[in-house]
């Protein structure tokens, strides 16, 4: 068994990888801000759920004592400037400042989720931020696994509009549309979250794009 902390657990793609770790018998903690995930499901109660500012890692860092691997899944699409809510710090700072308490805390493996393509109506810092990270990180100390997934849907939770995460599912479940997409091409939250998951024990790949994930996360 193993330790894994998930930076973003109660979001759609962090709850999902919470679960299949669990299910595989590690134990794993998660960390923040909403903290536990409202979700009336057995392996909630198996996560250690942790409420706290990221940005404030004196609050949260001993939650990294004696992890084996960490995963970012911190991200948003939307943007709320007045609260210090952009893209710049949120897809990018985040992820550079976990990464850094990672290796500080002796963990053996650091795995970031990117994107592979810049949604639809968002302006640019939605993904140079996330490539910005990815740079910053690449050389710290233990290993680095980036993913690099397209737009990801789900039954549940989504956070995505309804109406566009079930266009999403439609193109997903149509491979002959969807393998026309590229990097472009919609993944389940379950492929992602599985790949991931799969990353933070078994890193032997630094970078996975959208072929990659869809491979590990069968």
């Known amino acids: ?12 793609i962090g709850r999902e990888i919470c679960r299949l770790a669990v299910r595989d018998g590690h134990e794993v903690r998660s960390v923040s801000r909403r903290g536990r995930p409202e979700v009336d499901e057995p392996w909630v109660d198996r996560v250690s759920w942790t409420s706290a500012d990221l940005f404030k890692p004196d609050a949260w860092r001993s939650r990294l004592e004696g992890v084996d691997a960490v ?4 991200g948003i699409i939307s943007e709320a400037p007045t609260d210090g809510v ?16 990672a290796e500080r805390a002796g ?11 810049k949604p639809p109506g968002l302006r640019h810092g939605y993904l140079t931020a996330k490539r910005r990270a990815e740079s910053a990180i690449a050389d710290l100390d233990l290993d680095v696994v980036t993913l690099r997934p397209g737009p990801v849907y789900g039954s549940s939770h989504p956070t995505l509009p309804a109406p566009v995460n079930t266009v999403l599912r439609l193109i997903g479940s149509a491979p002959p549309i969807a393998s026309r ?6 993944l389940p939250v379950e492929t992602v979250a599985r790949a991931a998951h799969r990353s933070a024990f078994d890193p032997d790949e630094t970078l996975l794009d959208v072929a990659d994930i869809r491979q590990r996360g069968r």
Request: hydrophobic share 55%; no cysteine.
């Open 86 to 101: 952009i893209f710049e710090r949120m897809n990018g700072d985040s992820a550079i400042l976990a990464a850094l308490e």
């Open 181 to 186: 997409l590229g990097e472009s091409r919609p």
């Open 1 to 12: 068994m193993a330790t894994l902390l998930v930076v973003g657990g109660s979001g759609f």
């Open 71 to 74: 995963v970012h899944t911190v």
């Open 107 to 117: 963990a053996n493996t650091f795995v970031f989720l990117s994107a592979s393509v």
